[in-house]
């Protein structure tokens, strides 16, 4: 791959879960969560990854952290001067290497152990890397207040606080290791709609202070336009098309795409849009239709989107697709 100042370059990463019959176990099949996927995050950027539930975003979350095992390929970080890739790598070595990378969930009330106060919470991973305690509850301090918290409040528990503080306080677990790259799984969905800006404006704020990398996780195609400098679209445990924000909401070159652009709700419903209705239900991933995952959905297919599986190629400057008629089609896109 050509030198894009990236801290994160994935290859052909795959995830199965075998299907087991219940009596002897035996492996029947294969659940592709994550199926034969490329992608890259560049150095203090953040990679939006949109698709439908179940399409493998947060499975991808996870491997790219090898907080679950890849079936196969490759997952490299660019850390400092070094390259590494974490697939190759006793567990002991990526504990080593687990403060450079963190992980946002979606759900702040269950995220958050109850038991343990806020200083427990967000000292915890400093305490685990053999912080002294005074230490612990100085940098405490300081990220409670980089998060928008009173320090006054760290030994209060978490049901003292509301979802947005309490997100505040995730946000502060995860940057406490001094981490390169974040994962966000839905780090808003949870969330009342009145507080979800605070949260994605503090992780700008945050990424324009530090230059923290976010892979964001959502669903919500609008909330990606707001954060993200580069968007990937998932279907069926593939990434069907990436491209830079702009270029994809105004100018997607996959149906896919194309159909998920045309329900993002208008503002201003006597704004007339048409929307395109997808024939039929999200393909199974234990059992993905041949050639073209979409092709039994897509309103632009033809006899080779059965037959064979369209190439991952990149059409335009830091715009890949994989359609086989990403060049001739003219599909339409939002003004956001
Ligand atoms: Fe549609 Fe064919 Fe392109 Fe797949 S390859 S998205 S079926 S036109």
Known sequence: MENRDTILDVTSLKKYFPIKTSFLRRVVGYVKAVDDVSMYVRQGETLGLVGESGCGKTTLGRCVLRAIEPTSGGVVYHLDDNQVDILDISREDLRALRPHMQMIFQDPYSSLDPRMTVLDVIGEPLKVAGVKHQEVVARVEELMGLVGLDPRYMRRYPHAFSGGQRQRIAVARALAPNPQ????????????????????????ELQERFGFSYLFISHDLSVVHHISHRVGVMYVGKIVETAPVSDLF???????????????PRPDPRIKRN????????????????GCYLHPRCLYAQDVCSESAPPWEEVE??????????RELSLQGVVM
């Open 181 to 204: 790259f974040i994962v966000c799984d839905e780090p808003v969905s949870a969330l009342d709609v009145s507080v979800r800006s605070q949260i994605l404006n503090l992780l700008l």
């Open 250 to 264: 105004a100018h997607p070159l996959h149906p896919y795409t194309e159909a998920l652009l045309s329900a993002i």
């Open 275 to 290: 929307q395109i209705i997808l024939a039929g239900e999200i393909a199974n991933p234990a059992r993905p239709p041949s």
């Open 317 to 326: 400057p830091d715009h890949f697709v994989s359609c086989h008629f990403a």
